[in-house]
């Protein structure tokens, strides 16, 4: 089978992630007999010291003949001044929203092995199995007016958080979808209690889950959710949530694991297309941690959330499930092993470079074999 993907490395650490997950897809291609024709482009900081966008037309061109697409990071200092009108995290909106991508998959998995490494108490953190889906091309990230301003009092902003029923319907179905295949459980996270928004995003998560009753449902208060997750994460199965609440969420619930280095996520909208009987989804994947510019280049950066997220990869866009769980199995079995990046290894321990650890991903792939 035959796929393009388009391969977005961007900025700070993303580069050095990228390359491991790019080396790993090419190891699982042969194990599997995929032809993966993969292209790179620029795009963020890097983009607009080359071009002066951060999204470049070439770029964006890419991305929409491709079956998927792979993204590292984007940002850094270099490009942090607030004032400025071009920033690098608008490749991000701008991709997410160009593509149709509604929905962010940020799948949480504790890892026995690497139970210590989390702050919490392992009996908290074991088991814990969680899907959340945060709603990506709207709320307040997109709203209009977004802007500074001078008002009676000075310097003054503004942000709008709009969501319409579509938006939500759309996400919400999704969720309900997913955790078919999963614990059969939906919470839906808003602030009812107070915004508009999220009253109708209740009102229309109700009307969803009317028509989707094979699988439980509940509402729950974000700012209750933010506590729910440290003292009781087993509970939950699929969260779904408005843009800026799954921003803020998922970043909690990556210290369940112990390290935003091991969590990867799926963008995913509505274009399909049929490989060999099944569904496949076109998605932008990539790891939720940031560029990390501080140790960019010095071989310290975690390439496990970028490997699972060409997992994902794999597993939704190109529907080659057996080469998802082929990757997966390997990344447990290296930490099963007991090597660590400096993100993941505990006082004493000796910890293992970015290119080390993704050889030995690779290495675990060709052994799986």
Same mark, same amino acid.
């Given at each position: 089978?035959?796929?393009?993907?388009?391969?977005?490395? %961007?900025? $700070?650490? $993303?580069?050095?992630?990228?390359?491991?997950?790019?080396?790993?897809? =090419?190891?699982?291609?042969?194990? +599997?007999?995929?032809?993966?024709?993969?292209?790179?482009?620029?795009?963020?900081?890097?983009?607009?010291?080359?071009?002066? *966008?951060?999204?470049?037309?070439?770029?964006?061109?890419?991305?929409?003949?491709?079956?998927?697409?792979?993204?590292?990071?984007?940002?850094?200092?270099?490009?942090?001044?607030?004032?400025?009108?071009?920033?690098?995290?608008?490749?991000?909106?701008?991709?997410?929203?160009?593509?149709?991508? +509604?929905?962010?998959?940020?799948? &949480?998995?504790?890892?026995?092995?690497?139970?210590?490494?989390?702050?919490?108490?392992?009996?908290?953190? =074991?088991?814990?199995?969680?899907?959340?889906?945060?709603?990506?091309? $709207?709320?307040?990230? +997109?709203?209009?007016?977004?802007?500074?301003?001078?008002?009676?009092?000075?310097?003054?902003?503004?942000?709008?958080?709009?969501?319409?029923?579509?938006?939500?319907?759309?996400?919400?179905?999704?969720?309900?979808?997913?955790?078919? %295949?999963?614990?059969?459980?939906?919470?839906?996270?808003?602030?009812?209690?107070?915004?508009?928004?999220?009253?109708?995003?209740?009102?229309?998560?109700?009307? &969803?889950?009317?028509?989707?009753?094979?699988?439980?449902?509940?509402?729950?208060?974000?700012?209750?959710?933010?506590?729910?997750?440290?003292? =009781?994460? =087993?509970?939950?199965?699929?969260?779904?949530?408005?843009?800026?609440?799954?921003?803020?969420?998922?970043?909690?619930?990556?210290?369940?694991?112990?390290?935003?280095?091991?969590?990867?996520?799926?963008?995913?909208?509505?274009?399909?297309?049929?490989?060999?009987?099944?569904?496949?989804?076109?998605?932008?994947?990539?790891?939720?941690?940031?560029?990390?510019?501080?140790?960019?280049?010095? $071989?310290?950066?975690?390439?496990?959330?970028?490997?699972?997220?060409?997992?994902?990869?794999?597993? +939704?866009?190109?529907?080659?499930?057996?080469?998802?769980?082929?990757?997966?199995?390997?990344?447990?079995?290296?930490? %099963?092993?007991?090597?660590?990046?400096?993100?993941?290894?505990? *006082?004493?321990?000796?910890?293992?470079?970015?290119?080390?650890?993704?050889?030995?991903?690779?290495?675990?792939?060709?052994?799986?074999?």
């Amino acid at each position: 089978m035959h796929f393009k993907l388009a391969i977005l490395p %961007g900025d $700070g650490i $993303g580069p050095e992630v990228t390359t491991e997950a790019v080396a790993c897809l =090419r190891t699982v291609a042969a194990r +599997f007999d995929l032809a993966l024709d993969m292209d790179e482009a620029i795009i963020g900081g890097r983009a607009i010291d080359d071009t002066g *966008k951060p999204l470049p037309d070439a770029t964006l061109r890419l991305a929409e003949g491709a079956d998927a697409v792979l993204l590292g990071a984007v940002g850094g200092p270099k490009w942090d001044d607030p004032k400025s009108t071009v920033r690098p995290e608008q490749a991000l909106l701008g991709i997410r929203q160009a593509l149709g991508l +509604f929905a962010n998959l940020r799948p &949480v998995k504790a890892v026995e092995a690497l139970l210590d490494t989390s702050t919490l108490k392992p009996e908290i953190v =074991r088991g814990v199995d969680i899907l959340v889906i945060r709603e990506l091309t $709207g709320g307040i990230y +997109f709203g209009k007016p977004s802007e500074r301003r001078k008002g009676p009092a000075g310097r003054e902003a503004v942000d709008t958080l709009i969501y319409n029923e579509e938006e939500v319907r759309r996400v919400v179905q999704a969720a309900f979808d997913l955790a078919r %295949g999963r614990k059969k459980k939906v919470t839906s996270v808003d602030k009812a209690n107070v915004l508009s928004s999220s009253r109708l995003w209740r009102e229309v998560a109700h009307e &969803v889950a009317e028509k989707n009753q094979d699988v439980a449902y509940e509402d729950v208060l974000v700012d209750a959710m933010a506590m729910h997750l440290i003292r =009781r994460p =087993r509970d939950f199965d699929v969260i779904v949530t408005e843009n800026m609440f799954g921003d803020i969420l998922t970043d909690e619930a990556a210290m369940l694991p112990g390290s935003m280095g091991l969590l990867p996520s799926a963008s995913l909208g509505s274009r399909r297309k049929d490989v060999g009987g099944v569904s496949a989804i076109f998605g932008l994947y990539e790891p939720i941690h940031g560029s990390a510019p501080d140790i960019a280049g010095k $071989g310290l950066a975690n390439p496990l959330a970028a490997i699972l997220s060409a997992a994902l990869l794999l597993r +939704f866009s190109l529907a080659q499930e057996a080469a998802a769980k082929a990757v997966e199995a390997a990344v447990d079995r290296v930490l %099963g092993k007991g090597l660590r990046t400096a993100d993941l290894a505990q *006082k004493g321990e000796q910890s293992i470079s970015t290119q080390e650890m993704g050889a030995a991903v690779r290495a675990e792939l060709e052994a799986g074999a």
